[in-house]
């Protein structure tokens, strides 16, 4: 019997701390808007449905993929999310979701003022990740002058050791900082998925199906993480 009564506290700790999350989560500014996703693979694959699925139910979000396998922020990669942004209409707000593509394929990062004022908006530059960044953001706000636009930097992966060791020389952690320069250039907030995710190389088989692309335990780890950042980015 005493054992029945820890069991049953337990749950109503666990019930009780569930409801004060949610109704935390509800005085979130950011509760019941609408969200535009652009990216690449890692932003549409089935199993980042997982993490968007959290942003739904714990956030009341509508969320609208713009997604496209393949594609990064270069103009020469893939369906760029120079493209999609393109295509894009008015949300509340507008995610920019980096993938690892630009990496992968060598595309120029470029400098954090690419396509800016300080080049005259040099349509060259649209070739680097950091001009096609850049595009994203002048674009958006051409679109939607009150947008709220939220960047999620590329996540880790093992397909090389300059997917994942920051100190790897001309290695993914350069684009990453230059993702996060841009940030800080235009105040955007930005969920430093590189460092924060906690992928390693001695986790990635419970979390990743390939180098690149996570699992659905992946996704349900990152989802947390979108959740708290989304919630309250400040």
């Known amino acids: 019997m005493k054992q029945f009564k820890n069991y049953l506290v337990i749950a109503i700790v666990l019930l009780s701390t569930n409801v004060f999350a949610q109704q935390e989560l509800k005085g979130s500014y950011n509760y019941g808007k609408s969200v ?26 509508t969320v609208t993929n713009f997604g496209v396998g393949g594609a990064g922020f270069s103009s020469l990669q893939g369906k760029s999310l120079q ?3 393109d295509e894009a209409g008015v ?18 990062v470029g400098s954090y003022t690419d396509y800016t004022e300080f080049d005259g908006f040099d349509q060259s530059k649209l070739v680097t990740q950091a001009g096609g960044i850049n595009y994203c953001i002048k674009k958006i706000y051409e679109i939607n002058p009150n947008a709220q636009i939220y960047f999620f ?12 060791d920051p ?15 841009i940030c800080q250039l235009h105040g955007i907030p930005f969920l430093d998925q590189f460092e924060k995710g906690a992928y390693t190389i001695y986790n990635k088989d419970l979390y990743y199906t390939d180098p690149i692309h996570m699992n659905e335990a992946g996704y349900i780890k990152l989802g947390e993480l979108q959740v708290a950042f989304l919630a309250f980015p400040g």
């Not at 930097?153 to 994942?164: C, I, L, W």
């Open 153 to 164: 930097t590329s996540s880790k992966a093992f397909n090389d050791r300059g997917a994942y």
């Open 167 to 181: 100190f790897a020389e001309d290695g993914m952690a350069d684009y990453v900082t230059i993702q996060k320069k």
């Open 91 to 108: 949300f509340d707000i507008y995610i920019l979701w980096a993938s690892t593509n630009d990496y992968t394929n060598k595309r120029d």
């Open 83 to 85: 493209q999609q942004v």
């Open 36 to 61: 535009a996703v652009f990216g690449g693979s890692v932003s549409v694959i089935p199993a980042s449905d997982l993490a968007k699925n959290m942003w739904k139910e714990q956030l009341g979000m």
